[in-house]
């Protein structure tokens, strides 16, 4: 795929290119990022309950409660059961948070790619040198347009693109990789399609269900927010407004 020219540097850093990847080998690789950021999220989680103000004032009451029944027990012993309560705080953390893990485990990428009509998923992807580090994964629904007028116009443009996974490795990301693929996924759809098309992201997607409940959910929602964002700078840019 040729959308975007490597990025080759004069200082020998490996090139970073974008290109639809075909083979299993690749697509497994780039799906892996998928799982990996769902399995991620659950740091994102574990500081949203730890930091919640109703958990902290459990905490606190918890700690309260320990040091008036040991109080007169001595330092070490109060000290002792203080470091056991926040330790038991943070255990349920962990065990409350570990649906993210069996989740990340269960994602089977080939299921995941395959269409309703037996049609896999277009997956696009950032390769830097040769590691994968950014996929997209696009699915096209609609009629292709694949007609054409007398004087070349293009008709049947019905269709749209669904963004059903977006990711970029952790250490890459905030350099720009992410709004590349979104720009990518956003052309191929109006190549599908043509420049009516929408795109957008597909609200089941993999990062959008949490085991938890909403109340934790606040740094979840400000990231889908800053996703519709950048998927509406990329269509603006492409002279698209959908
Ligand atoms: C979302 C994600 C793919 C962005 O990749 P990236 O390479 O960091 O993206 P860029 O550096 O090109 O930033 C592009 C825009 O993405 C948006 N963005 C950044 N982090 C984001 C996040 N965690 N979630 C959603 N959108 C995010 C921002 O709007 C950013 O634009 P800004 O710099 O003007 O704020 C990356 O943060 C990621 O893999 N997150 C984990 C998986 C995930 O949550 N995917 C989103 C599914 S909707």
């Not at 070490?76 to 649906?99: P, Q």
Request: overall charge positive; glycine content about 8%.
């Amino acid at each position: 795929m040729a959308d975007k020219p490597p990025n080759n540097d004069p200082d020998g850093l490996p090139p970073l290119s974008y290109r639809v990847v075909t083979q299993d080998s690749e697509k497994q690789e780039a799906l892996r990022l998928v799982a990996d950021s769902i399995a991620q999220q659950r740091q994102t989680a574990s500081a949203a309950i730890i930091f919640h103000p109703l958990c902290l004032a459990g905490l606190l009451a918890m700690c309260a409660g320990t040091y008036h029944q040991y109080q007169h027990a001595g330092y070490g012993t109060v000290m002792t059961m203080l470091s056991g309560v926040v330790i038991v705080y943070l255990s349920f953390v962990r065990f409350y948070t570990s649906g993210y893990i069996q989740r990340a485990e269960s994602f089977r990428w080939r299921d995941f790619i395959a269409g309703p009509d037996g049609k896999e998923d277009v997956v696009i992807a950032a390769v830097y040198g040769t590691d994968v580090i950014g996929v997209v994964v696009l699915r096209l629904e609609g009629d292709e347009v694949n007609k054409k007028k007398k004087g070349g116009a293009q008709t049947n443009r019905t269709g749209r693109g669904i963004i059903r996974a977006w990711t970029t490795k952790l250490r890459y990301r905030g350099k720009g990789v992410g709004s590349d693929l979104l720009h990518l996924a956003v052309q191929t759809t109006i190549r599908a399609f043509g420049p009516d098309a929408s795109v957008e992201f597909d609200p089941n997607h993999p990062n959008s269900t949490h085991p938890l409940p909403d109340m934790f959910l606040r740094p979840f929602k400000r990231r889908q927010q800053k996703a519709a964002k950048a998927l509406r700078q990329a269509l603006n840019h492409q002279g698209n407004p959908k």
